[in-house]
């Protein structure tokens, strides 16, 4: 009978011990994605279109700037004009900043260069038919992209 005892007290002790181990578990698992979101250094937020060159302008191209911001391209199709605006991912001290649009051929670029709290621009363009090379800069590091979004090249200027 003492063996019976001894027997049914440890069955007991590793069924309680196994209880525990599983009423813990979830509290450990739970946990654990904290840890490690912990240990994951935090993502810059990316800066979004402000709207600032005006209605009927949506965005049809844009870069990130390094970790500083992003330069947007945005098109009104009513007008058939273009416009670029960089914009900082956290405003803060003025920081040299850049916005810049143009073409080729004839050979026209509009800049607005500064030193800027949030954004530089809007620079606008009438390009119309023409492929746009365009850029953004914030305390010297620089996006963009030569010769995209180019519109129909049969459309009257």
């Known amino acids: 009978m003492i ?19 599983v009423a813990l578990a979830p509290a450990a698992v739970a946990a654990e994605p904290a840890a490690k979101r912990a240990t994951t250094a935090p993502k810059a937020a990316a800066a979004q279109y402000n709207g ?4 009927g302008y949506t965005v049809v191209n844009s870069a990130q700037i390094g970790t500083k911001g992003t330069v947007f391209l945005t098109y009104n199709s009513a007008t058939g004009k273009n416009c670029v605006v960089t914009i900082r991912n956290k405003p803060g001290k003025a920081v040299h900043m850049t916005a810049s649009l143009g073409f080729a ?17 809007p620079v ?11 850029r953004g800069e914030i305390s010297g590091e620089v996006a963009g992209k030569n010769g995209t979004n180019c519109g129909s090249l049969a459309a009257n200027r």
């Open 52 to 55: 600032v060159c005006g209605s």
């Open 105 to 121: 051929s004839p050979t026209t670029t509009v800049t607005d260069t500064g030193y800027f709290t949030t954004y530089a621009g």
């Open 124 to 134: 606008h363009l009438d390009a119309r038919g023409l492929c746009v090379t365009w």
């Open 3 to 21: 063996d019976i005892r001894r027997a049914a007290a440890i069955g007991a002790a590793v069924t309680a011990t196994a209880c525990a181990a």
